[in-house]
């Protein structure tokens, strides 16, 4: 990101603020790497309180071993949940007792290096390694895919019902197959979209903007406070138009809030 705003800004000779992401060095905002992880399990909260359920007691599933699903799990363990999955494109580690910090910080180590999650299970071994699996094969009441586009589909979806999994949280973009979401939204899961479950990234990309018109920097505390303000926010539209009752459609709160959203700014500027 730095080269590409570097570069932007020699050839544009302007800085229009469209670039996030950026280093700390010149413009970038805390918590910025970790914002869609953490946004991912404050909309997933809001969620379980919705229920009058709480993340402490639950055990989750995440996929993937990139920024999204160690800020994902690294935010669960913190809030008390017991993260018994990571995976990568090789395969699968999976924690029978729950992973913890060490095992996050030799993931960030591991990954750095170029490595796969099977030296994860070398190094420790309360950890096993499933080569070429996902993690949807395991018993988990939240399941949070945070890898890649159709990660899950619709033989993962049954077998994460069968295996007692009630909520869903999408982290990446669209990792669950079309047919996956449909058996979801048949099914007793709460299902929420990427469109509003991993949206604390570009919030606090938005964040990062409005430090950047103000020249300010803000506080690691202040910019997660806004942020959990902001997941807080999005979960209330999706309630909103989803149904506020006992079984939301987050599919559905999600999209026409979206939409309206979109759709007023249009109008309300003539451009429709
Ligand atoms: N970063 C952000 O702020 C945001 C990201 N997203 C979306 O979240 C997803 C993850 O992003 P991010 O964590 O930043 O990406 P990273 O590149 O940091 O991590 C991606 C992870 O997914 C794994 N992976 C890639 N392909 C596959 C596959 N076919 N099967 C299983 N695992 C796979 C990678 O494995 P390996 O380590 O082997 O390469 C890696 O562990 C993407 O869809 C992204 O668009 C959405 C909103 C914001
Ligand atoms: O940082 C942003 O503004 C967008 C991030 C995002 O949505 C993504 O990486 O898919």
Request: charged share 25%; glycine share 12%.
């Given at each position: 990101?730095?080269?590409?705003?570097?570069?932007?800004?020699?050839?544009?000779?302007?800085?229009?603020?469209?670039?996030?992401?950026k280093?700390?060095?010149?413009?970038?905002?805390?918590?910025?790497?970790e914002a869609?992880?953490?946004?991912?399990?404050?909309?997933?909260?809001?969620?379980?309180?919705?229920?009058?359920?709480?993340?402490?007691?639950?055990?989750?599933?995440?996929?993937?071993?990139?920024?999204?699903?160690?800020?994902?799990?690294?935010?669960?363990?913190?809030?008390?949940?017991?993260?018994?999955?990571?995976?990568?494109?090789?395969?699968?580690?999976?924690?029978?007792?729950?992973?913890?910090?060490?095992?996050?910080?030799a993931?960030?180590?591991?990954?750095?290096?170029?490595?796969?999650?099977?030296?994860?299970?070398?190094?420790?071994?309360?950890?096993?390694?499933?080569?070429?699996?996902r993690?949807?094969?395991?018993d988990c009441?939240?399941?949070?895919?945070?890898?890649?586009?159709?990660?899950?589909?619709?033989?993962?979806?049954?077998?994460?019902?069968d295996?007692?999994?009630?909520?869903?949280?999408?982290?990446?973009?669209?990792?669950?197959?079309?047919?996956?979401?449909?058996?979801?939204?048949?099914?007793?899961?709460?299902?929420?979209?990427?469109k509003?479950?991993?949206?604390?990234g570009?919030?606090?990309?938005?964040?990062?903007m409005?430090?950047?018109?103000?020249?300010?920097?803000?506080?690691?505390?202040?910019?997660?406070?806004?942020?959990?303000?902001?997941?807080?926010?999005?979960?209330?539209?999706?309630?909103?138009?989803?149904?506020d009752?006992?079984?939301?459609?987050?599919?559905?709160?999600?999209?026409?809030?979206?939409?309206?959203?979109?759709?007023?700014?249009?109008?309300?500027?003539?451009?429709?």
């Open positions: 990101m730095g080269y590409l705003f570097g570069m932007y800004r020699k050839l544009s000779r302007s800085f229009g603020g469209a670039f996030t992401g280093s700390l060095d010149f413009g970038g905002s805390v918590l910025r790497p869609t992880g953490y946004g991912l399990i404050y909309f997933l909260q809001s969620m379980l309180t919705h229920q009058n359920e709480s993340l402490s007691d639950k055990t989750v599933a995440v996929s993937g071993a990139g920024n999204v699903a160690r800020h994902a799990a690294a935010k669960a363990l913190e809030e008390g949940a017991t993260v018994v999955t990571l995976s990568d494109s090789r395969g699968t580690v999976h924690a029978g007792k729950g992973l913890d910090e060490k095992h996050l910080e993931v960030a180590r591991i990954k750095a290096d170029g490595g796969g999650l099977d030296r994860l299970a070398d190094d420790f071994d309360d950890v096993d390694h499933y080569q070429g699996e993690p949807w094969r395991f009441e939240v399941a949070l895919p945070c890898a890649t586009e159709n990660e899950l589909d619709e033989d993962d979806a049954r077998r994460l019902l295996n007692g999994c009630r909520w869903l949280a999408e982290g990446a973009n669209m990792p669950c197959t079309a047919a996956a979401v449909a058996v979801f939204q048949d099914s007793e899961v709460f299902y929420a979209p990427g509003a479950a991993n949206a604390g570009v919030a606090v990309s938005g964040l990062e409005s430090q950047n018109s103000r020249r300010e920097s803000w506080s690691a505390g202040e910019v997660d406070r806004r942020l959990r303000d902001i997941m807080e926010r999005i979960h209330r539209q999706c309630l909103e138009h989803g149904g009752d006992t079984r939301p459609d987050y599919l559905t709160g999600a999209s026409v809030a979206g939409f309206q959203r979109v759709a007023r700014a249009m109008l309300g500027q003539g451009i429709i």
